[in-house]
């Protein structure tokens, strides 16, 4: 672009309608927004209001050459460190010229031109003035590091499976996949996702970075339940009994939550019937070769533990199962749920399921997008499945389990399914 070019504010355009809805839409931001669920509506009606006007060559030429571009160009600036950098002196984040960035990140000016000017022309970046950028809220958050693991995440699992799942489900006669040893994954690459994961330890510490990244977006398990009445207030001064195990926990984000919560309970001196935690009350388990990257929190103790196994620890206020089950076929979910049930005690424990449950009834779901893109991705790496509340309940009393409640909250895509032992 010639430095004379003035640079068209998008909506600026001749066209025969209400000027007026195009004002309004130029000045929608976040901040106009009262809460969280009028955003998450407002977003889906804008979406929906997309997808009514755009012709058919549009959406084709963004599904086949725009978003792989900006796949692409996005993984080559965070590869090149440009968005860390620009976050740090001397930009802090500023508005940069491409030549300016260029010399940042030792990149060829003509190169990186080409790749910002797509950036800005898909909202990606802002284009202040020719060849002048400032960072988008997106463009800001992947100089961060959680973000970051994003973009290797889709072209290590999202881009490589997606490319071969038509292929395996022909080749499978377009039967649902429901075979833990037979999934697009062992298509592509003779081995399942985990076990792929095993032998490749910078894919699985993107992996697992991208999880806690996940986990951070999505209501936290403290909001959906009432952790502080059930579970807080049955922590005793003299215990060392377990009160919450994390099966399958990964790197102990969600433990971690519920220890911050505990402590500032405590610094609140909302401590009535609170007691300190003690070591040992807070359990996390997974696989050895995950738990080398768990948070270092003493307070909880790292239990390398096979859930398809026996439960070591009997009898514990709370088993906790976050995103696992989604992971399995229900042959595999049952006898994770087996193992857990016969650890629990008939009266005390309680298993909460951390999970998508996917509505069938005729109740508008907003976030239904998100759950039926798990979904895809479920059936993409492990010919498992989000679950209807139909299938949850069968799952759950084919273990010999009761369900009590399904916790929910507001626009949030993940409920807490609060299950006992009767017998
Ligand atoms: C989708 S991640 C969920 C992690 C965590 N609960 C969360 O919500 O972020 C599934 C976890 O199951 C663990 N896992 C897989 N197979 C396992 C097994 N046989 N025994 C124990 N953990 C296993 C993985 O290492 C991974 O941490």
């Known amino acids: ?64 050459f725009t978003q792989p571009s900006v796949f692409a160009a996005l993984k080559t600036c965070v590869d090149a460190g440009l968005f860390v950098q620009w976050l740090q002196q001397p930009l802090h984040g500023e508005p940069a010229s491409a030549s300016t960035l260029a010399r940042l990140v030792d990149v060829d000016e003509m190169l990186l031109s080409r790749l910002l000017r797509h950036l800005a022309a898909t909202n990606m970046l802002h284009e202040e003035a020719p060849g002048v950028y400032r960072l988008s809220r997106f463009a800001h958050s992947l100089g961060l590091p959680e973000y970051a693991s994003m973009l290797p995440f889709l072209f290590e699992t999202s ?29 592509l690459r003779g081995v399942s996702r985990f076990a792929d994961l095993q032998s490749r330890p910078s894919e699985m510490a993107t992996f697992q970075l991208m999880m806690t990244t996940y986990a951070a977006n999505k209501t936290s398990w403290v909001d959906l339940y009432p952790v502080e009445n059930e579970i807080l207030r049955c922590a005793e001064s003299t215990s060392s009994s377990a009160l919450v195990v994390d099966v399958g926990g990964g790197r102990g984000h969600d433990l971690q939550r519920l220890l911050h919560l505990w402590q500032g309970l405590l610094d609140g001196n909302n401590t009535a019937r609170i007691v300190a935690p003690t070591p040992g009350q807070l359990i996390l388990q997974d696989r050895q070769a995950t738990l080398v990257n768990a948070v270092g929190e003493s307070l909880i103790r790292k239990m390398a533990h096979d859930f398809f196994q026996q439960q070591p620890v009997r009898g514990a206020r709370v088993y906790y199962l976050h995103t696992v089950l989604h992971d399995w076929p229900d042959r595999e979910a049952g006898v994770i749920l087996g193992q857990i049930g016969l650890a629990m005690q008939v009266g005390y424990s309680r298993l909460l399921i951390h999970e998508t449950v996917v509505r069938t009834d005729e109740v508008q779901d907003l976030s239904e997008w998100k759950k039926t893109t798990s979904d895809m991705q479920m059936m993409m790496v492990l010919s498992s499945a989000e679950r209807t509340e139909q299938n949850w309940r069968e799952l759950i009393a084919r273990a010999g389990l009761t369900v009590v409640k399904i916790w929910n909250s507001g626009a949030s895509a993940e409920s807490i399914i609060e299950v006992v032992k009767d017998k």
Do not use: C
């Open 1 to 64: 672009m010639s430095p004379s070019t003035t640079i068209m504010a998008p909506y600026k355009i001749n066209v025969d309608m209400d000027t007026s809805l195009l004002q309004q839409l130029n000045r929608i931001d976040s901040a106009i927004l009262n809460n969280e669920d009028e955003r998450v509506a407002l977003v889906h009606a804008m979406r929906a209001a997309l997808s009514r006007i755009e012709t058919p060559w549009e959406s084709a030429l963004q599904i086949v």
């Open 159 to 187: 881009l490589p499976g997606f490319s071969s799942l038509p292929a395996y489900l022909q080749s499978n006669k377009y039967a649902n996949p429901a075979d833990a040893k037979a999934t697009n994954w062992h298509y």
